[in-house]
């Protein structure tokens, strides 16, 4: 069975950072891509970022680059999401997401986590 | 960036009624279209991906098509455990964007 367990999230003020990690079980983590999709409060779904196999291909939202940066530990079957510069608009429940790929150029999210929540306030 | 518009926002309907859910995009994706389901509290589930293939374990009352841009979720007989939001989403060029979503409630 997939399981993805995140972590980390929690209150942050503006301007400060936070680290979100991953914890990915019951499949071969380093076959395929991995994706953070976020929801603000009462709001849609927005994809943030995400990461081939192989770390080889990497992308961002342009709300979030420059302040965001993902990576992944195959031998540890872990995800992360460094979150630096925060804002009161990255307020959100940050989802870890699993690729259908391996190379995330045509994502399709098969499996997500429960979400770790990220409020960002003063 | 491609934009997905869904309609209609909301929808009343009944147990044992068809609905039907349209996700419209901005440019040409060809088939690069997925459609979830989202319970309340719950993370998102995957039904449809490439505009008209069913996950496996989703049932087989919901479809989906494609007419050029146009995309269609349907549920062919509505059941209680399928009142949810639905939303779409592109996988053709990034920034993979979603629709804004549909929440189906009791009528």
């Given at each position: 069975?997939?399981?993805?367990v ?10 400060r950072s936070l680290r ?5 079980s019951?499949?071969t983590f380093?076959d395929y ?6 929801q ?8 943030v970022?995400?990461i ?8 961002y939202a342009?709300?979030?680059k ?5 990576s992944r530990?195959n031998?540890k079957k ?7 510069s ?5 307020t959100a ?8 790929g391996?190379v995330?150029?045509t994502p399709?999210?098969?499996?997500w986590?429960q979400?770790t ?6 | 960036?491609i934009?997905?518009?869904q309609?209609?926002?909301s929808l ?5 009624d068809r609905v039907?859910?349209?996700c ?5 994706i060809?088939?690069y279209?997925?459609?979830y389901q989202?319970?309340p509290?719950?993370?998102?589930k995957?039904?449809?991906?490439a505009a ?6 989703v049932p087989?009352r919901?479809?989906g098509s494609?007419?050029g841009t146009a995309?269609?979720?349907t549920?062919s ?5 399928d009142y ?5 989403q ?5 920034p993979w964007?979603f629709g ?8």
């Open positions: 069975e997939v399981q993805l995140e972590s980390g999230g929690g209150l942050a003020q503006p301007g979100l990690s991953c914890a990915a019951g499949f380093d891509a991995m994706h953070w999709v976020r603000g409060p009462g709001k849609g779904l927005e994809w970022s995400g081939s196999w192989n770390s080889g291909s990497i992308d342009d709300s979030v420059g302040r965001f940066t993902i530990d031998a872990s995800l992360d999401l460094q979150m630096s925060l804002r009161p608009e990255d429940l940050y989802y870890c997401v699993k690729d259908a391996g995330g150029i399709i999210f098969d499996y986590g979400g929540l990220v409020t960002v306030s003063s | 960036d934009q997905m518009t309609s209609p926002s009343s309907a009944s147990v044992g039907t859910i349209t419209r995009a901005s440019q040409s060809s088939s279209l997925n459609w989202q319970k509290g719950k993370a998102p995957l039904l449809i991906y008209s293939s069913l996950q496996s374990g087989s919901f479809s494609e007419s995309f269609t979720l549920i007989s509505l059941q209680p455990e949810a939001t639905y939303y779409c592109q996988s053709y060029s990034t964007t804004q979503g549909t929440k189906v409630e009791i009528k």
